[in-house]
């Protein structure tokens, strides 16, 4: 007989990522639930990887990783956030973004400790805390506007208090904090030993008129901070999970504690040709213009629809309130709403409930449109039905 276990996460089960995913699989629906492309990335990214794997590039590189990628992403940080950040100490190289954040709790977060949780949140943050014995202290973004509360904030903060998690642009909100927010969050920390936990994975996809605003930029912020992004947002590849960490030596050398015994190192040839491919600025600097090109087209279709569009100043993410909309089903849970527009209406989404511990109904759900603008006016066609 199978020995029976205690489960270290018993508040989790099946994502509603992968639910909603295999339902609209099953109804053969048009999937704006889960947050990746469904279009190729650039050909020459393809063909440097298969360049450096042909030149034998396919063993270990180092821990830290390959040093032309953390060169690369040193003098990225530098040209956009005028902070430089040294390739040698400061910078590694991670399995996704996913597994740079659950590094920087483990390394920095001990029993009993307190994180600082802003939601809604992307859904790895509390049970990457509850790994590491720490305790979750969960503050509500203003509901509506998602902007930030610092008297909540201040309020929050107790002597137990060790970091804080802040997500902009924002998932799934689709906020971006402005100068005053950040210099408000370095005003509330300086006179404490907290630390930040800066998740910008992206940070290249911010709106005209407005501009991303890098922890890195804020001293402040970046003597305490772990700053996070991805290559898998940025460059339409989130199935390479490939991400950096950029963060003072010292708290550097903790995350590279637990990195080295959690994966080690990340795929060689990937990180040798988004080296190479990150010599030329123009994919990321143009990725905005891009996206914002496909928020548009997405937001002028679902004008013509009786949902209520929030504004979206980042990420590819729309979120819209059901509350106006001319059918019955708006009296239903988010949750139940999007398994009812996937099942007759043919289009998925995620409910922004699922983004809160406990499950907070706002009657607002949340659509994915980094996608084929072809992919964008099917589901659109199917939407003008509401």
């Known amino acids: 007989m199978t020995p029976q276990l205690e489960t270290k996460l ?3 089960g099946t994502t509603i990522f ?3 995913s295999a339902l609209a699989q099953q109804k053969n629906a048009v999937n704006l639930g889960q947050g990746f492309p469904d279009f190729l990335c650039d050909p020459k990214l393809v063909d440097a990887v298969t360049d450096a794997m042909q030149k034998g590039l396919n063993q270990y590189p180092s821990m830290l990783g390959v040093l032309e990628l953390r060169e690369a992403i040193s003098a990225k ?3 956009l956030y005028a902070t430089h950040y040294d390739p040698a100490s400061e910078i590694t190289v991670t399995a996704g973004a996913t597994q740079a954040i659950l590094n920087a709790i483990l390394a920095v977060v001990r029993v009993g400790d307190e994180v600082i949780v802003l939601e809604p949140c992307y859904d790895s943050y509390i049970p990457n805390i509850e790994m590491a014995g720490g305790v979750t202290v969960r503050v509500p973004l203003t509901p ?9 904030i201040n309020a929050a903060i107790t002597a137990k208090t060790r970091a804080i998690i802040v997500n902009s642009p924002h998932n799934p909100s689709a906020t971006v904090w402005t ?3 950040m210099k408000k969050l370095e005003e509330i920390l300086a006179p404490t030993q907290i630390l930040l936990i800066s ?3 992206y940070e290249h996809m911010v709106y005209a008129p407005l501009k991303h605003l890098s922890a890195a930029s804020y001293p402040g912020l970046a003597e305490r901070a772990f700053i996070i992004s991805s290559f898998g947002k940025t460059y339409h590849v989130t199935g390479w999970k490939v991400a950096y960490c950029a963060a003072p030596p010292s708290l550097t050398a903790e995350f590279r504690k637990i990195h080295q015994f959690n994966v080690f190192t990340v795929n060689t040839p990937v990180q040798h040709a988004l080296a190479q491919y990150m010599k030329d600025p123009k994919p990321y600097l143009e990725l905005p213009s891009f996206y914002q090109k496909k928020r548009d087209l997405f937001r002028e279709g679902l004008s013509q629809t009786h949902f209520k569009l929030l ?6 993410f729309q979120c819209a309130s059901i509350e106006n909309l001319k059918v019955e089903e708006r009296h239903l849970s988010e949750a139940d709403f999007c398994t009812w527009l996937t099942s007759e209406i043919g289009v998925a989404a995620i409910p922004l409930s699922a ?5 907070f109904d706002q009657k607002t759900i949340r659509f994915c449109f980094a996608k084929k603008d072809e992919t964008l006016q099917t589901a659109l066609s199917r939407l003008a039905r509401l």
């Open 77 to 79: 940080i530098q040209k």
């Open 10 to 12: 018993p508040n989790v």
């Open 144 to 152: 509506g506007t998602f902007r930030p509360d610092f008297d909540k």
């Open 179 to 181: 100068e005053e927010e």
């Open 199 to 201: 998740d910008e994975v």
């Open 311 to 316: 504004p979206a100043q980042g990420t590819y």
């Open 355 to 359: 983004f809160y511990a406990d499950g």
């Open 18 to 20: 992968t639910v909603m």
